[in-house]
């Protein structure tokens, strides 16, 4: 049985009108679930009770849960238990610029980057489209608001589920859905060369992240597997076309390794490898992790400076959740090892 929250407003227009429903049910339906929030069919009283009798037939309404929450004061953490009693998690944070939450794509992932914990356990499966869509309703449910901005970058490769987070994507930016402006959107990706190429074809203004993490292929190569299929310069290549193609500013995540990645030289060497592109560099203190060995940068700064000097445009991350299991899949990951 499909789930309600997998269908596009026009593809549950389509289904109504091919089981013999008017289609503007779709409209009426999203109104309720995504303006009202109002998850209770006996309570839609514009509704027939034909209509909520075959919807209740036909269409599944289940709802992930919220298993735990952890805050710290800019940071909530959320572990989600999945109808399959399989744990995903979410990110809420508090920015200047509003309310951010980053998501979970998958149950685990098989991209097995070593510094991230979310890589530890392999993949299980791919969310499905409603997943993804509840991690948002319950979170704005529990804190009372609407979320601002949302980002692909929790738990598994977003690109490795490409159909269901495309259709996530554009349900939680369809005016009649959650309305979040597509520039308010994030999708991050390992490197995943022939999906950047199909996301680049999207009719989306939807930002890019890249989580690049390494200036060269023997780096990358020791902490991110992927870059063995798609090396460093094959993914620059299609940056380029991206941002031709697009005329989109890509952001370049960049986790800062101690005695891996953190030094002057390796700064010069990522400020040869972006040069001229339109790309900035956004610099993430290390969120350590009793699983892995990889330790937090100390030279963040002196790293920052470097790339500031060669002209490169470069942020550092806040740090967000240190007093809480804030690290990728860290929450999840304690919840299976128990």
């Not at 409603?130 to 609407?146: A, F, G, P, S, T």
């Not at 589920?161 to 859905?177: H, L, Q, S, T």
């Not at 299929?229 to 952001?251: E, F, G």
Request: glycine share 4%; net charge neutral; aromatic share 10%.
């Amino acid at each position: 049985m499909n789930h309600i929250l997998n269908y596009q407003n026009n593809a549950l227009q389509e289904y109504f009108l091919n089981n013999g429903y008017k289609k503007f049910l779709a409209n009426q339906v999203f109104d309720w679930i995504y303006q009202k929030r109002q998850y209770d069919l006996n309570n839609w009283h514009n509704i027939s009770n034909e209509v909520k009798k075959f919807i209740k037939d036909n269409l599944s309404f289940e709802f992930i849960t919220i298993q735990k929450k952890q805050t710290d004061k800019l940071t909530a953490k959320y572990l989600f238990k999945l109808v399959d009693d399989n744990y995903v998690e979410a990110v809420l944070m508090h920015h200047d610029y509003g309310l951010s939450v980053c998501i979970s794509s998958q149950v685990g992932c098989n991209m097995g980057c070593k510094f991230c914990e979310s890589g530890r356990l392999k993949k299980v499966r791919n969310l499905e489209t409603y997943e993804m869509v509840e991690q948002i309703l319950l979170i704005e449910q529990d804190i009372k608001k609407r979320i601002d901005s949302i980002v692909i970058m929790g738990i598994g490769e977003p690109f490795d589920n490409y159909d269901n987070v495309m259709n996530f994507i554009r349900i939680v930016n369809d005016p009649k859905g959650i309305s979040i402006g597509a520039r308010h959107i994030t999708v991050s990706t390992c490197g995943l060369v022939p999906k950047i190429k199909q996301f680049m074809e999207e009719d989306l203004q939807v930002n890019l992240a890249i989580s690049l993490h390494a200036p060269n292929n023997e780096i990358r190569n020791m902490i991110m597997p992927v870059n063995q299929a798609y090396s460093i310069d094959i993914l620059i290549d299609t940056l380029k076309t991206y941002i031709a193609r697009t005329n989109r500013r890509v952001t370049l995540e960049y986790v800062m390794l101690y005695n891996i990645n953190d030094s002057i030289d390796c700064a010069n060497e990522l400020a040869d490898l972006i040069r001229g592109m339109n790309v900035y560099v956004n610099l993430i203190p290390y969120n350590e992790t009793s699983h892995i060995e990889f330790r937090k940068s100390p030279n963040i700064d002196a790293f920052y400076d470097q790339l500031k000097k060669r002209g490169i445009n470069v942020t550092v991350r806040r740090e967000f959740g240190s007093k809480i299991d804030a690290a990728c899949g860290q929450l999840r990951s304690k919840e299976v090892d128990k």
